[in-house]
Each structure stands twice: as structure tokens, then as C-alpha cells.
T-cell receptor, first 116, second 111 residues
Framework: NAGVMQNPRHLVRRRGQEARLRCSPM?????VYWYRQLPEEGLKFMVY????????ESGMPKERFSAEFPKEGPSILRIQQVVRGDSAAYFC??????????????FGPGTRLTVL | QKEVEQDPGPLSVPEGAIVSLNCTYS??????FMWYRQYSRKGPELLMY????GNKEDGRFTAQVDKSSKYISLFIRDSQPSDSATYLC???????????FGTGTKLQVIP
């Protein structure tokens, strides 16, 4: 039973380029969350998605960031025109379709984005 | 004031010691409390998951929640060098809501 998959594991971009991060949730999970972790800081919530729906994007920067979770395929976190401050580890988590009320979230290995 | 406060450490203990990790929080809506372990450059791994106040034990790990004090703890008995990692407390109000994390406590268990 594969866990949450993220790719790429490492991504290097120059300022102004686009970054696309992918996340495949665990089998049987239809809830996907994206978090960002800056060096020496905890994880900060960005966005919560279900298939074809954004449920909560209160943690997403207003510009340049977008996320989707299409009917088929992985969830995508897209960062346009990256800046050095976007350098961080981006983690995806997923929750079971039928939760126990509080939704355990299981994390992927993360994508480490470096902006030169 | 942050919603969740956690001492970043680092905390160094000898092998075999009992480790106590703690978090305080301010949002009384939090109902579900979790502890994650994160090794360097890896994703967080869910260790313990508890609902409301009380204790939960799993092997060498015990999680305690005191909602009246807005205080949660993780105890590790007979600590091992392999327990060396960053421990993140996390919580939410339930119902697939976003999780709010502490900043993590870095633990080192010395052989």
C-alpha cells in the first residue's frame, strides 16, 4: 500500500520561472492538503482540496500560487514567476475518504524547491 | 501570539531517559491532537492521534491532552538514538479541517 507520493523530490528554478509540484494521495484518500515548511519553521497550511474542488485556500498567497486536484491524475501546486522567498519544502498530505471525525493526515516526502 | 506554541529545543537526553515534549495552544475549538515525528529532510510521520482530553498509549509513546489548560504532551519512555528527530505537535477542530502545527522540538538521544 503505497504512501503519499510527491514529485519531483528536488526542484531548482531560476527567478521568474514556473514551478509545478505534484502529489498523488494514498489509495482510498480523496482529501489533499498542501503545506509549506520554511527552514527552522513548522509547517504552514496552504490549501485543502477534494476532487475538482478547492475547499479551503486561506493559506495560499493571493498571487502567483494556484492548486488543483483534477478528476483524474495527481494534485498540482503551481507557483508562477518564482522568487527566492519561495524556496522551501512543500509537503502534501492526504486523508481517508471516510475519516474518524478528525481526519488523520498522512504526509508525503516533500518537494524541496530552490530558487536561484 | 501564535495559535500553537512549542519549545524548539534542542533537547539532548541520554539513551534510556524519559522524554517529555509539550505544546500549548490558544484556540479552544481544537478537538483533535496529533504528534508527528520528522527526520531530517523527510516528511512528517504520524505518531499519535487523540481526541479531546485524556491519555493514549502506544508502545513507548504516551500522549496526554488537557483541554482545560490547553496543554498537550508526548512522553517517550526508554528513549533510543533512533528517536532523534524533530517532533511536531499538531491539532485541528475536526471534520477535515486544516491542521495547525507547532514549530517542532528537535530531540537528540545520545548513546
Amino acid at each position: 500500500n503505497a504512501g503519499v507520493m510527491q514529485n519531483p523530490r528536488h526542484l531548482v528554478r531560476r527567478r521568474g520561472q514556473e514551478a509545478r509540484l505534484r502529489c498523488s494521495p494514498m489509495k482510498g484518500h480523496s482529501h489533499v492538503y498542501w503545506y509549506r515548511q520554511l527552514p527552522e519553521e513548522g509547517l504552514k497550511f496552504m490549501v485543502y482540496l477534494q476532487k475538482e474542488n478547492i475547499i479551503d485556500e486561506s493559506g495560499m498567497p493571493k498571487e502567483r500560487f494556484s492548486a488543483e486536484f483534477p478528476k483524474e491524475g495527481p494534485s498540482i501546486l503551481r507557483i508562477q514567476q518564482v522568487v527566492r522567498g519561495d524556496s522551501a519544502a512543500y509537503f502534501c498530505a492526504s486523508s481517508p475518504t471516510s475519516g474518524r471525525g478528525g481526519n488523520e493526515q498522512f504526509f508525503g516526502p516533500g518537494t524541496r524547491l530552490t530558487v536561484l | 501570539q501564535k495559535e500553537v506554541e512549542q519549545d524548539p529545543g534542542p533537547l539532548s537526553v541520554p539513551e534510556g531517559a524519559i522524554v517529555s515534549l509539550n505544546c500549548t495552544y490558544s484556540n479552544s475549538a481544537f478537538q483533535y491532537f496529533m504528534w508527528y515525528r520528522q527526520y531530517s529532510r523527510k516528511g512528517p510521520e504520524l505518531l499519535m492521534y487523540t481526541y479531546s482530553s485524556g491519555n493514549k498509549e502506544d508502545g513507548r509513546f504516551t500522549a496526554q491532552v488537557d483541554k482545560s489548560s490547553k496543554y498537550i504532551s508526548l512522553f517517550i519512555r526508554d528513549s533510543q538514538p533512533s528517536d532523534s528527530a524533530t517532533y511536531l505537535c499538531a491539532m485541528n477542530s475536526g471534520g477535515y479541517q486544516k491542521v495547525t502545527f507547532g514549530t517542532g522540538t528537535k530531540l537528540q538521544v545520545i548513546p
